[in-house]
């Protein structure tokens, strides 16, 4: 089943030498900070704070409109900074969200309007229903499916998932075209 | 900047020194905000029907929306301040429109605060929240869960002193700041704004 086109003004996206496709109206601060790997779609009305700290996002990568990366605070025994932010390739993150985690595995889903905490560790391969709150500072085995806010023991997702998440990245990609 | 968005609200904003407020965020009628407050880019204050008045040591995030909108029947058009106290966090997404705040205290993501509730000292709301009923929270109350359920805790949630102190040298390099500009033409109003830097 292929996605059908979805398609968007040249005036509203800057595509990158790499094949990232940023919206205008999306902001992100410390440009300099972000660092996106290649093939990466971000809609509009993304906050993206690189000027707290790195924010590195892997290839293939969607951001839809309305999310919110922002690197947490960690106190340190020498002092203070802001962590940095890493997302693996193929990670699909839904409208609406506030990730603050340090870091995400590739091949993730991100459901719509989820929260993830500070410090959070999404390992590869996860996925997170939609409106759900992962709590600071958890740490999400690969595989899992988390919903709620529970921590009951998580779902098991199969092992394709990975095929299926690069399906859907890359299908996304492909179908994003100008008009 | 102070831009004047209607005839009605005129925008006049007071900031305190050592205030860090970005040029991103959006801020309009009349807003005086305390020393050392750390307001990020995409931030929302609109006193509409009424002055906002954010104490020290507050911690504003992004898309944040403070505002001062009056209920149709029950202000009938006075002009009511909303007050916020000091050290409070307001983290990503959530939206304050309590008349009255006090200090310490945390409005954790996308919570919601309703204008009839009255926040008292080291209250904190859940993530995604939503406080609208008609009371005084007592002090050191936590809300949490999606069942919204209270409990009272022993200590006040700790100021964040160390974050706003990295966050007034971090975003001056990297984002613009407003600075106060009392554009007010009202001749009762003193002009004597202090001015950030």
Known sequence: MELGDVKYSRADFIETASGNKVSRQSILCGSQNITLNGKTVIQRDCVIRGDLANIGIGRHCVINPNTVLRPSFKKFSKGVSFFPLHIGDHVFIESDCVISAANIGSYCYIGKGSIIGRRCIIKECCAIAEGSIVPPETVIPPLSFFSGTTSAPYEELPECTKDLMIDITKNYYQHFIPS | ?197
């Open chain 2, 1 to 197: 900047m102070a831009n004047p968005t209607s005839v009605a609200v005129k925008t006049s904003l007071r900031i305190g020194p050592q205030a860090t407020v970005c040029q991103d965020s959006e801020i309009r009628g009349e807003v005086i905000i305390g020393p050392k407050t750390v307001i990020h880019p995409k931030a929302r204050i609109i006193a509409e029907s009424g002055p906002i008045i954010i104490g020290e040591g507050n911690l504003v995030e992004e898309l944040v929306t403070i505002i001062n909108k009056c209920d149709e029947d029950s202000d009938r058009g006075q002009r009511v301040p909303l007050i916020i106290g000091n050290y409070n966090v307001l983290e990503v997404g959530c939206r304050l429109e309590a008349l009255g705040t006090g200090d310490y205290n945390v409005l954790e993501v996308k919570s919601q605060v309703g204008r009839n509730t009255v926040l008292s000292n080291g209250c904190v709301i859940g993530a995604m929240c939503k406080v609208v009923t008609r009371e005084t929270l007592p002090d050191f109350t936590v809300i949490y869960g999606k069942d919204h359920e209270r409990r009272i805790q022993h200590e006040r949630p700790q100021p964040q002193l160390l974050q706003l102190d990295l966050l007034s040298k971090v975003l001056p390099s990297y984002h613009h700041l407003k600075k106060a500009r009392n554009i007010s033409r009202q001749s009762s109003v003193s002009s004597t704004a202090s001015s950030t830097n």
